[in-house]
């Protein structure tokens, strides 16, 4: 298969995987909706980070949120907060892309990353949380 790793060179990368899937927490690292606006109306300091795309995010978004499309996230790393251990929360329509993201983060050395549960839509949107547009 073109651009496939060899097993040999990849076996590195797959522990490296098998290790933080077998240390994910009860319920991997999502948090549920209710919880983070709770969390967001306490004055609790966490970074959304949105991995939608730009049309995704215009027509609503969590107030504060930073919008880095999910394919862009590597190289806007700047972006996200230089204290590793800030708590961070990846949302996205679905919590597909953002659970991606989150575990990259966390092989970047993240250590407080979550991503909403659901995700955008129904974790936040169909509860009728605040939203920006």
């Known amino acids: 298969m073109a651009g496939a790793v060899p097993a040999a060179e990849?076996?590195?990368?797959?522990?490296?995987?098998?290790?933080y899937v077998s240390s994910l927490p009860e319920g991997f690292n999502g948090i549920?909706?209710?919880?983070l606006k709770a969390k967001l109306e306490a004055?609790?300091?966490?970074?959304?980070?949105d991995v939608r795309q730009p049309s995704e995010f215009a027509a609503?978004?969590?107030e504060g949120a930073l919008?880095?499309?999910v394919r862009s996230v590597?190289?806007?790393?700047?972006?996200?907060?230089?204290?590793?251990n800030a708590p961070i929360v990846v949302v996205c329509a679905s919590a597909v892309r953002s659970g991606y993201v989150a575990m990259a983060l966390a092989f970047k050395g993240y250590t407080n990353v979550k991503h909403l549960?659901?995700?955008?839509?129904?974790?936040?949107?169909?509860?009728?949380?605040?939203a920006v547009k």
Not at 32 to 35: D, L, Y
Not at 74 to 84: G, I, W
Not at 117 to 130: D, E, F, N
Request: aromatic share 10%.
């Open 10 to 19: 990849n076996s590195t990368a797959w522990e490296a995987a098998a290790a």
């Open 32 to 35: 549920k909706g209710e919880v």
């Open 43 to 49: 004055g609790e300091q966490i970074f959304v980070l």
């Open 60 to 62: 609503g978004h969590i």
């Open 67 to 69: 919008n880095v499309p």
């Open 74 to 84: 590597p190289a806007a790393l700047d972006k996200l907060p230089a204290d590793k």
């Open 117 to 130: 549960a659901a995700g955008y839509v129904a974790g936040w949107q169909k509860a009728g949380y605040p």
